[in-house]
């Protein structure tokens, strides 16, 4: 069965193609193509650019995923239908009902953090089988920070949520902040690298009792750092001022999961999200996991980000349960899982 997948959910049109079956699952492309050039100048996403760059890169995109397969010998097509950037989403939502309508196959609309919580199933490498469930999972990127227990294929319960910044989104606006550019995540991570973590005391909103997040008042206390300090003090310390930014997030997140782990009594974990790209991230979730005894999955960096390879998995499992969307699908940009 080949599934073509379509993610436009923010500022990167992707489109994957997915041959699956009960024995199989291969990603036989995963095409991203990326805006970080046009929005960087801003420091942040512009959605209106966004969504115009989309209709031009759209059906190069899925061009390129298709990879010699014609549109006729698809068996489905699924897309993002949110949450996101309104304007995004309709791109690649109308392009999937124009394909499902041309050619008579099944549209099948997938949540993007269900996308996200499924990458653990596409490639784990080294021979590393996928969760078994139940399993808890951590959704951490610009747009979200989440903690589920996924009891199943289509079977989602959430944990707890962001109350305010994500955790990729304050290292977007952080990176701004420092004047290191955007996409933030990487810059900080390899200036975080040069940096002291434990230079600056900067808070972490534990928020005792609960699985949600806070990082907005963490960005602030950045903020406030920076202007009790003059420029020439500013670029010494900038890889103190990252690494011990980083560690804030990354503790929080870090023991957030703990929590988790023991009040669910569940040790199988898996993190995506662009975030679960962070080195740092990555190395102190390993620690963690040995420590408690859990397993610990995370997708190669290529399918944390976003990316249709995802999607088109989901989809496949919406596809089995006859959950099929009709030509009058409309995008969401709050879509709860």
Known sequence: MLILG?????DDTAASLLNISDEKVE??????SSQNELHGVYGGIVPELASRRHIEAIWQVVDRALSGAGLGELSAISVCAGPGLIGSLLIGCSFAKAVSYLKGIPLVAVNHIEGHILSVFL???????????????LVASGGHTCLYRVEGFLKYAELGRTRDDAAGEAFDKVSKLLGLGYPGGPAID???????????????AYLPGTFDFSFSGL?????????????KEQAMLMPDIAASFQSAVVDVLVRKTQWAIKKQRIKRLAVSGGVASNSELRRRMKEMASEMDAELFIPPPALCADNAGMIAY????????????????NPKARLPL
Do not use: W
């Open 27 to 32: 990603l036989v492309t995963n095409i991203v």
């Open 314 to 329: 989901a989809g496949y499992h919406h596809l089995r349960a006859g959950d099929i969307a009709g030509l009058d699908l």
């Open 6 to 10: 379509i993610d436009t959910s923010c």
């Open 123 to 137: 490639e784990m490498g080294g021979g590393t089988a996928p969760p078994a469930f139940p399993f808890l999972a």
């Open 190 to 204: 390899a200036l975080a690298g040069q940096g002291d973590p434990a230079a600056m005391r900067f808070p972490r």
């Open 219 to 231: 960005k602030t206390a950045v903020r406030l750092a920076l202007k009790d300090i003059t420029p």
